[in-house]
């Protein structure tokens, strides 16, 4: 079967939205390419249709996520105290641990059909976390890989101060992708207290506003992020 190629991403920003709001969006978008991929199978290969992409950008209330595989241990705080803390908490389909989002927080959502793209989930990891790189030297601020662990990381080549700034965590059927990154902008940093952050007991959370001491405009960030992911994919963005 040939497969129509378009590089074309629709870019929303949901803004300050509800978790189960913002998944409910991801999961519709996410079936509906699935759905065209799947009807493209019955199609002869002069009709077959592009599939979308789409780039959700958004900030939810406090909430806790743990991946399929996650240990429910790694929360530290019983679900039954989250309201006292102002949290929910959700059981999720992605891969990874636990993990934590708030505003203040960046979350970014690519749900879109690598076939359009290039069909290797390493290079998509890779490139998401080199985006939030090539966004965090714009601030003068260098950043890194640490071999073995997804997210990206401030002094990361010193196991005692290394310290996660994004984390992520991805879904991906038939080469569709949902779900994402998560990077630390003006968060509040007191809830990764309630939680062995992506189950990784000795390495400390940090955030743009805790390494510059002060806070950082969120709408500037959106906008370096956006073009570093859109050059990376090379994607045609589409507001």
Not at 1 to 23: C, E, P
Not at 199 to 214: C, N, P, Q, R, Y
Request: charged share 25%; glycine share 6%.
């Amino acid at each position: 079967m040939n497969h129509v190629i378009s590089r074309a991403t629709k870019f929303i920003d949901l803004g300050l939205i509800d978790y189960q709001q913002a998944w409910d969006r991801q999961t519709d978008l996410f079936n509906s390419i699935l759905r065209t991929k799947s009807e493209n199978r019955n199609r002869p290969a002069e009709t077959q249709q592009a599939t979308e992409n789409f780039l959700l950008f958004c900030e939810h209330p406090h909430v806790y996520t743990l991946g399929k595989s996650g240990n429910e241990n790694n929360l530290l705080i019983s679900k039954e105290n989250l309201h006292s803390i102002g949290a929910s908490y959700y059981h999720i389909n992605r891969g990874g641990d636990i993990t934590y989002h708030g505003p203040g927080q960046l979350v970014v959502y690519p749900v879109i059909d690598l076939e359009n793209f290039f069909t290797d989930i390493h290079q998509y990891m890779r490139l998401l976390e080199e985006a939030v790189i090539q966004t965090l030297h714009v601030f003068k601020i260098k950043s890194g890989r640490i071999a073995g662990l997804t997210g990206v990381w401030l002094d990361w080549e010193d196991e005692k101060t290394a310290r996660k700034i994004c984390a992520m965590g991805v879904k991906t059927s038939r080469w569709v992708t949902m779900h994402g990154l998560a990077l630390n902008v003006n968060t509040d940093l007191s809830y990764f207290k309630q939680m062995v952050p992506c189950g990784i007991k000795d390495k400390a959370v940090t955030s743009l506003d805790k390494e510059f001491g002060h806070s950082v405009e969120m709408r500037e960030i959106k906008m370096i992020l956006r073009e570093k992911l859109a050059h990376l994919f090379r994607m045609e963005l589409i507001d």
